[in-house]
């Protein structure tokens, strides 16, 4: 069965080719290592294409350091260790977890595997690095974590309502939330961030209000980044913060940036229209920004912690608050000065609200490019606070200027089950930057380098993406499995919704003007829509698919092989 998008005259000219499974061929092997010195046998848990159902395994070897290794010939990987200890992956980013007072949603969130295409992986305490974490590259690379705290929300207060907190009790929130803080820590102290990116940060208030002139931010122990700053092996790190406005009306709520590097400059500034208000105002944006001198080699980078608002948003929507955050950058843009914004950007990755903050403005999201067979991975599940839905979203990024010296080497989510835990409904984001090596991008006529799909099965659960092999010319080719599409609750059918993008989440449109971006083919699978939102098609059966693309003509051919 097959369709094709945009000149169907030609999706029976070549049926027996389109349903021929031909894997690509590999490029070079890769070479994988996981830290485990308690073992005494350990196994690499495997598959080098998201279409093979089975996982192979593989023995591994282990040096005197601790070490165990294995290769594979393989130009990506999704694999998972096991040893004496069990198995040892991402584990579950959604759903419930210790904590949490969310409905349980999701307690069959299953556990996440890792996922690269580096020659050389190395894991460690969950974290996946690209090069031996032993190694002594500081000079030349920098790093960075970031996440949402959620302002004291994980633990609750039986029979109280939040407004109505005493000051005692309010105490107690903050010492339940010091196991969270711990967790934090402890990340901070392995990890030894150069930068860490703080939102939704907390602080004990109450309902007074004839003090927001002169109320300092950080002044109580009960200050979130106060906490997590006690807890660190390094007091060194400096840090600027601000508070946005009151969460939950008792708590200031505010982001932070931290720096175990001299900050040279320090501000704040509201990227919200502040005629709306601004403290008393709960969808008010604050954002800190600081300036971080990396040294003589890296230099200077201009960091944002980003909490924004919502896309479309009646009284406070994204698209001015980041018109007004890229022109703040732009004032402060000096020669040899890098940005980065990090943080909850509270807009969706690979949807037309990803594409306002990377299409033509000179920047891009950077956990795209380390991971783009991982585009839609969530950060936070279905439903949390300012969200809902069964499928898990991924909103928050790391966002740098285009012109800057340094590529992402490797990122991960952070602060999940398998990696420090779980402390909030987000997870964090942590990633490694180093100078990049300026090889020019290939391109082979008008068809982009690379491509992705990327989607969902409507109503439930998110596709994460895989890459199409480039075959000669425009002519791009991905075999993948596909679960059974579900039912739309607000549609009379069963479909799955897909988009082609390229590495950074870009949409490419195959939509046809002349076709009324709406084409009806034959059934078992049938196409419902073709526009620039995606196209949609119903196929009940779940089972192993074939997506042949030619860009230069449009068309795009979809089979089902088994």
Not at 1 to 24: F, H, I, V
Not at 184 to 202: K, W
Not at 481 to 507: C, I, N, S, V
């Amino acid at each position: 069965m097959s369709l094709s998008l945009l000149g169907c005259d030609n999706a029976d000219s070549e049926p027996e080719k389109a349903r021929t499974k031909e894997w690509p061929q590999v490029s070079h092997a890769m070479a994988v290592h996981v830290y485990m010195p308690d073992w005494t046998h350990g196994e690499l848990i495997y598959r080098s294409n998201p279409a093979e159902a089975e996982f192979q395994r593989l023995a591994m070897t282990k040096n005197e350091e601790g070490w165990w290794s294995a290769m594979v010939k393989a130009d990506k990987l999704e694999f998972a260790f096991e040893g004496d200890s069990g198995i040892v992956n991402l584990g579950a980013t959604q759903g419930c977890y210790s904590g949490s007072h969310y409905k349980c949603e999701n307690e069959g969130d299953p556990a996440e595997n890792f996922r690269s295409s580096a020659e050389q992986v190395w894991v460690k305490n969950g974290l996946l690095f690209t090069a031996n974490p032993a190694s002594d590259n500081a000079a030349e690379s920098f790093t960075v974590l970031s996440v949402n705290l959620h302002t004291y929300q994980e633990f609750k207060t039986p029979g109280v309502k939040e407004s109505d907190l005493t000051d005692s009790q309010a105490m107690e929130r903050v010492n339940q939330h010091g196991v969270l803080f711990d967790r934090v820590a402890a990340a901070i102290n392995q990890l030894n961030p150069d930068v860490v990116c703080l939102q939704e940060v907390g602080e004990w208030h109450g309902k007074q209000r004839d003090d927001l002139e002169t109320v300092q931010f950080g002044a109580t122990d009960s200050n979130m980044v106060r906490q997590i700053l006690s807890r660190l092996d390094n007091k060194q790190y400096d840090f600027v913060m601000d508070w946005s406005h009151f969460g939950w009306d008792v708590w200031m709520e505010g982001s932070a940036v931290l720096s175990r590097h001299p900050i040279i400059k320090k501000d704040s500034r509201y990227i919200s229209d502040v005629s709306n208000g601004t403290r008393t105002f709960w969808k008010s944006r604050n954002i800190p920004m600081a300036q971080i001198d990396l040294g003589s080699r890296l230099g200077q980078l201009d960091v944002f912690s980003i909490h924004a608002g919502w896309w479309n948003d009646d009284e406070e929507p994204f698209q001015g608050q980041f018109n007004r955050l890229t022109a703040w950058d732009k004032e402060l843009k000096t020669q040899n000065v890098n940005t980065l914004f990090c943080g909850d950007f509270n807009q969706v990755a690979a949807t037309k609200e990803q594409q306002f903050i990377t299409n033509g403005t000179g920047y891009s999201e950077q956990y795209a490019l380390a991971n783009p067979d991982g585009l839609l991975d969530p950060t936070i599940g279905g439903t949390i606070d300012g969200w809902s839905g069964d499928v898990g979203k991924r909103i928050d990024f790391l966002v740098m200027n285009d012109d800057s010296p340094f590529e992402v080497r490797q990122s991960q989510r952070v602060f999940t089950q398998g990696a420090f835990g779980r402390v909030s409904d987000h997870t964090g984001v942590y990633a490694q930057f180093g100078l990049a090596d300026r090889q020019p991008e290939q391109t082979e006529g008008s068809a982009p380098y690379q491509l992705y799909l990327v989607g969902s099965h409507t109503g439930k659960q998110t596709y994460r993406g895989n890459r199409f092999e480039h075959l000669e010319g425009g002519k791009y080719r991905l075999v993948t499995l596909l679960g059974a599409a579900q039912e739309d609750p607000q549609a009379d059918f069963k479909a799955h919704r897909l988009y082609l993008t390229d590495r950074t989440g870009h949409l490419f449109s195959l939509g046809s003007p002349l076709a009324g971006k709406r084409l009806e083919l034959f059934t078992p699978v049938t196409l419902v829509e073709n526009s620039d939102e995606g196209f949609l098609f119903e196929s009940e059966q779940a089972g192993l698919f074939q997506f042949d693309l030619d860009y230069d003509a449009k068309t795009l051919t979809v089979s089902q092989l088994d």
